[in-house]
C-alpha cells in the first residue's frame, strides 16, 4: 500500500488530502522489528508527516506568529495590511489577553477559519472576517502572483520557524530539526531564496526528502518513518470517517420525507 502524499502550500504546510483508511494492525509477533505498512520510502514518510501533521500542534510565538500570518497570506495574494486586518478581529474574538502571542501553526495559516470557530456561525461577523480579504488578492491568488510588499527575507525565517517546530512534534530531536529546517529552507542565499519562491519550488516533496537524508542517518530515518507513518494512516482513517458521517448527513437530509 502506497499512500498519497500531499502537496505543500503556504509556507511548507501541507493539505491534508483524504485517502483510504488502513485496516487495524496488530503486532503478533513478538522478538521482531515493527515492519512499514506502505511502500512509500522512510524519508518520504516522514517528511509528509512534518508538513501535514506536525503544523497541528507546533506552537510558535511572539513575532514567529505575525511573520508567519504575514507569510502564509502574502503568498496567497493578501497584502500585509489585510493580515492585519485579521489580526484586529482575532485580538477582538480569539479567547486570552493576548491570542496572538502563542498560537499552533496551522491556526496562524488559517486565521480567518480560526476566528470563524469563535463566532458562533454569525453571519454578520463571517461577512466581516471574509471583507478583510479582497477581491484583488483573491485573483491574485487564482494567479499565483505575490503582492507588492511581500518580503522575502521573513518569508525564509517564517519557513524555517514553522518546519523546525513541525519537526519537532513528529520526533526529531531539536539538532535534527534545526539542521532539516536549515537545509530545506535556511541554506539558500536570499537571491535564490526569491526566486525559487517565485517559481513555486520552494517545498517541493524532492527539496524536502533531499534535506531530511542529509541531516539524520537511515536507521534515524527507518525509525521515525515507523511512528510517523501511523499518525498519518490514523489521520487518513479519521479523515474518511468524517467524509462518510458528512456524506450520510446530506444523504439524510435530501432523502424525502414520509408522512406517518
Not at 6 to 23: C, E, G, I, Q, T
Not at 237 to 252: G, M, P, S, Y
Request: net charge negative.
Amino acid at each position: 500500500m502506497r499512500f498519497t502524499l500531499a502537496p505543500v502550500k503556504r509556507v511548507a504546510v501541507a493539505v491534508a488530502v483524504l485517502a483510504l483508511a488502513a485496516a487495524a494492525c496488530s503486532d503478533d509477533s513478538a522478538g521482531e522489528s515493527p515492519e512499514r505498512r506502505t511502500s512509500n520510502p522512510p524519508e518520504e514518510i516522514v517528511v509528509d508527516g512534518i508538513g501535514r501533521l506536525g503544523v497541528r500542534t507546533a506552537v510558535i510565538e511572539g513575532d514567529d506568529v505575525i511573520w508567519t500570518a504575514y507569510t502564509g497570506f502574502g503568498s496567497q495574494g493578501s497584502p500585509q495590511s489585510e493580515v492585519e486586518c485579521l489580526f484586529d478581529l482575532a485580538r477582538q474574538h480569539l479567547p486570552g489577553d493576548d491570542p496572538l502571542a502563542s498560537m499552533i501553526v496551522r491556526d496562524v495559516l488559517r486565521l480567518d477559519r480560526t476566528i470563524k470557530k469563535e463566532l458562533n456561525q454569525d453571519e454578520e461577523l463571517f461577512a466581516i472576517v471574509d471583507a478583510c480579504i479582497s477581491a484583488e488578492s483573491e485573483a491574485r491568488k487564482e494567479a499565483g502572483e505575490l503582492p507588492a510588499d511581500f518580503d522575502f527575507t521573513f518569508a525564509q525565517s517564517s519557513s524555517v520557524v514553522v518546519a523546525r517546530v513541525s519537526a519537532v512534534e513528529m520526533g526529531l530531536t531539536p539538532d535534527e530539526a534545526e539542521c532539516y529546517a536549515t537545509e530545506a529552507f535556511g541554506s539558500l542565499p536570499p537571491p535564490e531564496y526569491e526566486e525559487k519562491a517565485r517559481s513555486r519550488e520552494l517545498g517541493a516533496l524532492e527539496v524536502r526528502t533531499s534535506a531530511i537524508t542529509e541531516c539524520l542517518t537511515a536507521e534515524r530515518l527507518d525509525e521515525l518513518a515507523l511512528s510517523v507513518e501511523e499518525q498519518i494512516l490514523e489521520d487518513n482513517a479519521r479523515r474518511a470517517q468524517e467524509e462518510q458521517d458528512l456524506q450520510r448527513e446530506i444523504n439524510e437530509q435530501l432523502a424525502p420525507t414520509t408522512a406517518p
